[in-house]
């Protein structure tokens, strides 16, 4: 008999409370918060809503998060969640191989941490026993620096095509993030800041009035500072035209939608 046929007489959202009520799924598979009520579904893990905002950093592709109480699940969603196993199995499998040198957050932890350990949990794989998963390391920095967003560790590669290939992808990023450091500072400078963390649009062409409907996602650090929109115009030959900024306090919006999560509530914010 299938899960969904077991469960016809309950509906998506009372399955997923039993879910998020599994004594494996109590607290956040990768900082051990109690009472976590984010969830990936690409995934399967249950984690609180510090860890979620460094799992939206790393993209749909690699984790998509969903709020156990505020969005809308489907019979499919929650059977795909529960084929998953909860967090102690599949943490059994992304931590496999966890060097006993290399620190778990806790739910003291700050974003930094959380993000280097996340990223190479799911994103690089370091930590499970997958032969397939990339044996080049890239090290993340577990505090703001002026380097760039990603650094090769200086060990050597491999001479196998594999490792090759993921070096060659490497140095596309790394060369994609020096690049976009570079522009004209005298033309345009802002504000060095600590923490920051940016992602940017696709590029609108052939339009005076360009729309973007588009969903972004960023790690918010404990501080919330304000968000900075900047617009470029894209030159192809040259460096991009800096068009103007707008900056967005988003730290009451922060703060309500952790207070209505934490809440018993059914009320839409």
């Known amino acids: 008999m299938s ?9 998506p959202k009372e399955r997923l ?15 051990g918060t109690p009472d976590s009520k984010w969830v990936s579904s690409s995934l399967g893990v249950f984690i609180c809503i510090k860890c979620s905002s460094v799992h939206r950093s790393l993209g749909v592709h690699i984790t998509k998060v969903l709020s156990l109480k505020l969005d809308e699940w489907t ?14 199995t ?36 370091q930590f499970t026993s997958d032969d397939k998963k990339s044996r080049h390391t890239i090290h993340v920095p577990s505090q703001a620096s002026n380097s760039s967003p990603l650094q090769s560790d200086s060990s050597p ?16 990023r790394i060369g994609n993030a020096f690049r976009h450091m570079g522009r004209k500072d005298h ?17 609108i062409k052939k339009s005076l009035n360009p729309v973007w409907n588009e969903s972004l996602m960023l790690s918010i650090p404990e501080n919330i500072p304000p968000l900075k929109v900047c617009v470029y115009d894209k030159d192809k030959f040259s460096t991009d035209d800096f068009m103007g900024e707008v900056e967005i306090d988003i730290e009451p919006l922060v703060k309500a939608t ?5 809440s018993k509530s059914n009320e839409h914010i």
Not at 78 to 87: E, P
Not at 92 to 115: F, G, M, Q, V
Not at 157 to 168: L, V
Not at 258 to 262: A, I, M, T, V, W
């Open 3 to 11: 899960i969904a046929s077991e469960n016809s007489d309950t509906g």
């Open 187 to 203: 033309e345009h400078k802002t504000p060095k800041k600590t923490n920051s963390l940016s992602v940017k649009t696709r590029v």
């Open 157 to 172: 590669f491999s001479d196998s095509p594999r490792d090759k290939k993921q070096h060659d992808k490497n140095k596309h």
């Open 17 to 31: 409370m039993e879910l998020m009520h599994r004594s494996e799924n109590k607290f956040c598979a990768d900082c």
């Open 258 to 262: 952790k207070e209505y999560e934490e």
């Open 75 to 88: 019979d499919e969603e929650v059977d795909t969640l529960l084929n998953f196993g909860g967090n102690t």
């Open 90 to 125: 599949l943490n059994k499998k992304y931590e496999a191989c966890l060097p006993s040198s290399i620190r778990k957050p806790d739910p003291n932890s700050s974003i930094e941490e959380r993000s280097n350990y996340i990223r190479r949990k799911y994103e690089l794989l």
